[in-house]
């Protein structure tokens, strides 16, 4: 079968992009940054195709590695799951190959799984997938946005417990650094002592617009966030705020 050196790129960097979602959703890694690992990724596999037996192990397993440390840094807990997620996809994969053979377009080669799909039908494929992949979460967040979740953020040793609702209107970031922002009520934030946190070390300063509202936020990073007493969550920043939020909570999370 004959693979051009295009279509090889288009279904890599998509099959990666697919891949990296979940786990970059999960660790709070920008599309930005998603979408640059996955085209290291596409580069790497036209490496891994024009090679062949040892070296083409080689290639894959640095495309691996660069991709995982291109979009999440050193957090092994990300690492492996996308190895996991890849395994699943390859999975699937192997599936399609063994049940339609060539008829599906697809061989292998050094155990890995070749698709030779024309740009033409792929990319209209694609955008409509991520189309739908907009909707779905979309429709997560509205559902997320009648639930009151539990956090917990620890620093320097004290912890503080909030009832935090899911705001998809806070889409706050940390100019500096882009990272989301947890909006905290400072008076249920008087475990952490909040104003001897702000002394001790440079706030994070975090400009914020609403509606006939402007100014800025004091904020710091948190040595640890749990949600809802299992999940943590990673890159966020928090930032203490004298309004009130909707009855019987403290805290609202957005764009994490």
Same mark, same amino acid.
């Given at each position: 079968?004959?693979?051009? %050196?295009?279509?090889?790129?288009? !279904?890599?960097?998509?099959?990666?992009?697919?891949?990296?979602?979940?786990?970059?959703?999960?660790? #709070?890694?920008?599309?930005?940054?998603?979408?640059?690992?996955?085209?290291?990724?596409?580069?790497?596999?036209?490496?891994?195709?024009?090679?062949?037996?040892? #070296?083409?192990?080689?290639?894959? #397993?640095?495309?691996f590695a660069a991709?995982? %440390?291109? %979009?999440?840094?050193?957090?092994?807990?990300?690492? !492996?799951?996308?190895?996991?997620?890849?395994? $699943?996809?390859?999975?699937?994969?192997?599936?399609?190959? /063994?049940?339609? &053979?060539?008829?599906?377009?697809?061989?292998?080669?050094? &155990?890995?799984?070749?698709?030779?799909?024309?740009?033409?039908?792929? !990319?209209?494929?694609?955008?409509?997938? +991520?189309?739908?992949?907009?909707?779905?979460?979309?429709?997560? @967040?509205?559902?997320?946005?009648?639930?009151?979740?539990?956090?917990?953020?620890?620093?320097?040793?004290?912890?503080?417990?909030?009832?935090?609702?899911?705001? /998809?209107?806070?889409? +706050?970031?940390?100019?500096?650094?882009?990272?989301?922002?947890?909006?905290?009520?400072?008076?249920? #934030?008087?475990? $952490?002592?909040?104003?001897?946190?702000?002394?001790?070390?440079?706030?994070?300063?975090?400009?914020? @617009?609403? $509606?006939?509202?402007?100014?800025?936020?004091?904020?710091?990073?948190?040595?640890?966030?749990?949600?809802?007493?299992?999940?943590e969550i990673y890159?966020?920043? !928090?930032?203490? /705020?004298? @309004?009130?939020?909707?009855?019987?909570?403290?805290?609202?999370?957005?764009?994490?």
């Amino acid at each position: 079968m004959e693979i051009y %050196a295009e279509n090889l790129i288009l !279904i890599n960097f998509s099959s990666l992009f697919v891949c990296l979602t979940a786990p970059c959703r999960a660790y #709070a890694v920008s599309i930005k940054r998603q979408t640059a690992a996955a085209a290291l990724g596409a580069a790497f596999a036209l490496i891994a195709f024009a090679c062949g037996g040892t #070296a083409q192990i080689a290639a894959e #397993a640095a495309g691996f590695a660069a991709v995982s %440390a291109a %979009a999440f840094g050193k957090r092994a807990g990300a690492w !492996i799951m996308f190895f996991v997620t890849l395994l $699943l996809v390859y999975a699937l994969a192997a599936m399609l190959v /063994s049940w339609f &053979g060539s008829g599906a377009g697809a061989f292998m080669s050094g &155990g890995v799984i070749y698709f030779n799909v024309q740009p033409k039908l792929f !990319i209209p494929l694609f955008g409509v997938s +991520l189309a739908l992949a907009a909707v779905l979460q979309k429709r997560s @967040r509205q559902n997320k946005a009648l639930r009151r979740h539990r956090l917990r953020i620890s620093k320097n040793g004290k912890c503080a417990d909030f009832t935090a609702l899911y705001d /998809s209107g806070n889409l +706050l970031k940390e100019p500096r650094s882009g990272r989301s922002v947890i909006l905290v009520s400072r008076s249920a #934030a008087k475990p $952490l002592e909040p104003d001897k946190l702000i002394t001790d070390e440079p706030p994070l300063v975090i400009p914020y @617009r609403s $509606l006939g509202h402007s100014g800025v936020l004091l904020g710091f990073c948190a040595d640890k966030i749990i949600l809802d007493n299992k999940k943590e969550i990673y890159g966020a920043v !928090i930032a203490f /705020s004298d @309004r009130g939020f909707a009855e019987g909570c403290d805290a609202l999370i957005g764009g994490i």
